[in-house]
């Protein structure tokens, strides 16, 4: 077995740190689908090479399997995988697979439950405004925010809400939460991914609005209401990077990148899925070449 076989995990992983620690100077619309392409891209990678070393692993155990295997599944020399990478590879992709499935089917969970509610207001004096996606899906609001706002900072948090729930910014959060729990140390990279996320819905508003300052006044305002809870499936107003998010809204809007932006989202791509394309051994089985 050669490095070959860990290096597009290990790029993808290394890249993704990196993202977690620097913040990206685009657009926070781009800055979220470069996050999000990367989050997915690396977890893809890291499971990929998870599986084929496992796969390759009980093939060097059990010989009579391994020779009805495809030739692509198979890594690629005659080495016998050591059990000192084989068993920890098997224990590490039993245990992304649990984490995954236990992800997925406690969000489908939340999905229903929030859809149930999401066309009557939330009664609790907690002021609350969540986007839920979905066919009966809508903006959650709680008695609590309606009665603290007036209509203007109603009407900021709702186009607010309304960003999240037009350009599906649940699927990010949910790709970056699936990759984060899988993927420990891609936690930083979800942070980010879900202050861009945020920001977007932000500027989304104050475009709406074209007030900055009312928008960054009525963010504020909710966040001193609030009380704190953890991170749930769902965009919520003013529940990430409260200071960051008004700070940049008293500011020159950022600029569209319009075309560094398509450009870098586009190379980061191509980068990041043919890694996790070639983790998957794609690229062998069907006779291409990404490194």
Not at 48 to 64: D, E, H, I, Q, Y
Request: hydrophobic share 55%; with cysteine; net charge positive.
């Amino acid at each position: 077995m050669t490095t070959w076989t860990f290096l597009p995990a290990a790029l993808t992983l290394a890249f993704s740190v990196i993202l977690g620690l620097a913040p990206l100077p685009l657009h926070p619309m781009w800055s979220a689908r470069v996050l999000g392409t990367v989050a997915a891209s690396t977890l893809l990678a890291t499971a990929g090479t998870l599986f084929f070393v496992a796969v390759n692993f009980g093939a060097s155990l059990f010989p009579k399997i391994a020779n009805q295997l495809p030739e692509w599944a198979l890594i690629g020399d005659d080495t016998p995988i050591p059990a000192a990478l084989g068993v920890p590879a098997v224990v590490l992709f039993t245990a992304l697979l649990a984490t995954a499935l236990t992800v997925t089917l406690r969000a489908a969970a939340e999905v229903r439950r929030a859809e149930e509610t999401s066309r009557a207001v939330l009664e609790t004096d907690v002021p609350i405004a969540v986007a839920v996606p979905g066919r009966n899906g809508g903006v959650l609001a709680s008695r609590g925010l309606l009665t603290a706002l007036d209509p203007s900072e109603l009407r900021v948090v709702f186009e607010h809400e309304g960003s999240h729930l037009r350009h599906g910014h649940h699927r990010y959060l949910a790709t970056a939460a699936l990759a984060a729990a899988c993927v420990p140390v891609l936690r930083p990279l979800r942070a980010r991914l879900r202050f861009a996320i945020e920001r977007w819905a932000d500027e989304d508003a104050a475009d709406a609005v074209g007030d900055r300052e009312h928008v960054a006044r009525t963010i504020a305002r909710v966040a001193l209401l609030q009380q704190p809870a953890a991170p749930g499936p769902f965009p919520a107003f003013a529940d990430s990077g409260v200071v960051g998010r008004v700070r940049a809204l008293l500011v020159r809007a950022p600029d569209r990148n319009r075309v560094t932006g398509p450009m870098i989202l586009l190379g980061t791509g191509m980068t990041t899925v043919g890694l996790a394309l070639a983790a998957l051994q794609l690229d062998q089985a069907f006779r291409l070449t990404f490194l």
